[in-house]
């Protein structure tokens, strides 16, 4: 039997191959330097230097560090000496390694504990992917072209980046548009400082030639606070950003684009005039009210137009309780005190669809009309907004097929006031909304464009707000209570403080409470956002009472904590688990209160568990308190807690639903649940509620 020969396929080493001298290349990539190294750290794939013209890869061979038979490996895959050039050479036009669902490794990411990770089940776009980053860096770019002072290149920039034709006239710069013109005079003296500013926009329908354009006054003053060079805060003087000034102009550049810019600044202002008519026609009708509760309880809220420090029109639609030491609001006024923590939405115009059909009256002339559906109680019938309907839908007109499909213009058949753009505004801060309610507002159009990816959860967004609340560095983003120091001062003890612990659960059983943070509505006729305002109001009032929860967390120290861990014995200690489990320990739950055979004192934490519903009624908000009462107020109580369910509703209305565990020397338990939401309307603070009901509770035991 002969001897089978070696396979001549192999990489075998040549006698006559020395080691390349220094002056000269490698014949093959990696092996300089590697002589003196073991066969071993060659790869099979390596082929005789009579075979190194070629040098591309089969499609169906893969580098693998397994050592491969000579007559297993394809003659194409021989030119490369090493897994690494292997993998080199099948790299794609785009330097990344090609995948099997066709993309290139774009936003595909490792599993990062605590964090999301894409799977393969959901291929991304790269071409997606490439323009998000590109408008990422290009938006990181326009917000630091103004540098952080007011300069002469810096405000003409800006004006460039937006679109505007710049000149300039020796100190004087004209930024101007289809029909903004604007005009900013510099100092001669002082390069970077501003003189004067005018701004006129070119917005009449019937304006010819040789018609000027409309001064704006109030804009004037608020383009001219922008460009003010140095800013006082706190006494000491800061040189002054150009953030808002561009923030202006971003606003004036998107409106003047849009259908030549003359429609869109005539529809806003014909909306500021709607609002006006109406929270003048409420102001007239309820002269008792204060302009805190005019703003929280109007059809439509406070219009302001071109408020400093932004352009355009702004919606106040609520405004945060009143703090220890401010004045009561007067009725008749119409401002609200500086202090106010406002909620507002600003508005402004979007092209594209749904279309929206311009009118200059949205209102009849009567303005206000009785609504017989109104479900307060209080006021028997509630007026409500007269409004007028367009003579066509827009959206059917603009749904009619195109009978040739080439047509890329407006039909002939629509009517001219049917625009292809919409209202677009922002809300100033978000508002979190379960998703179910959410959801609910896209009914007649999308107004919320819900994103899948920024859905959160309750707990994960008071976590948020007690990580930028606490200055500290206190808490942990998995915790699960919040602790709360509260002062409650008194004449025996100025500096005496209760603890909280605080504790947010899901009415429904294993169901995590999701929310979507609503920062854009979308809109075509003006009742859309009067519709959507009572929303957005009931879930202010909540968010409001919950953000109490963990509003002066920096002051405390988070439970599980080593250096404040409970002390033996304590109500806390109840909530550690006694023995390591995989399985997920919940917290102090209100059972673990009923078996436990001690009271907690007033110096222990305090643990309160609240139950949030938003899924089992529609147009009700419900929040469940379990308060323990403390050893001092619990002699002669047959309850081991207070039960207080509290229903918030659409305008921010609070509804006591369920109040129990009190004595019954209180008395009459509606004047007690009257206080309760006086309270509530007053502070917007869970904590003062619920030392006001252990009060109550110490006093009539």
Known sequence: MATPTRSQTASTPKPHLSTPNRPMASPRPGTSGNSSRPLAYKSPAVKTPASLHGHHVSVSSQPSSTPLAGTAVHDDLLALNSPAAALMNSLGTTGLTPLGSAADGLGITTHIPGGPARTTAAPVNPEAERLHRAQLVVETLKRGVGGHGVTREGVERIAQLQGFTTLWDDDNLTIAGNC??????????????????????????????SEEPQFQEQGTQVIKDNLRSVAVVGGVSQWRRLDAFASNLQYLSQLDRIETGSPCFNAVGNLYHTFRQIWDAEKARFQGRSPRQHLRQSAVGRPVMDRKPKLGLALDYWASSQRPGQLPDAAGRDEVDEGAHLYTAYISCEAGLPSTAIMEKWLSDGVLVEDTNSMLKSDGVKPRPDWRMPAHDPEELLAKPDNDGTAMEKPTDIPPNILDLHFYCDLGPEVYLPLNVAASLNVEITMVNIDQESTLTYQAALHKQAHAKDVHGNGSASAERWSRCLPLPDATNPD?????????????????????????????????IAAALPVLRQYVALWRMLQSLVEYAGQGEAIGSGQNAPKRGSIDAYSRPLKRTNNKTSSFQVEDLLRSTSVPSTEDSLPIDLTLDVLSDFSKARLDLYIPLVRSYSRQQKSAFIFLSLCICKDGVIEVRDLRGLPSSLGDSSNVRSKVIRILEATDDIGLTVEWLLEQASAHS
């Open 180 to 209: 903004v013109d604007l005009e900013v005079n510099f100092e001669a003296g002082g390069r970077d400082t501003v003189r004067d500013v005018s701004l006129k926009l070119n917005i009449s329908e019937t304006a010819t030639e």
């Open 496 to 528: 005496c403080q209760r603890k909280h612990s605080y504790a947010l659960h899901s009415a429904q059983s294993a169901t995590a409470l999701w929310c979507f943070p609503v920062r854009h509505l979308n809109f075509t006729h003006p009742k859309q």
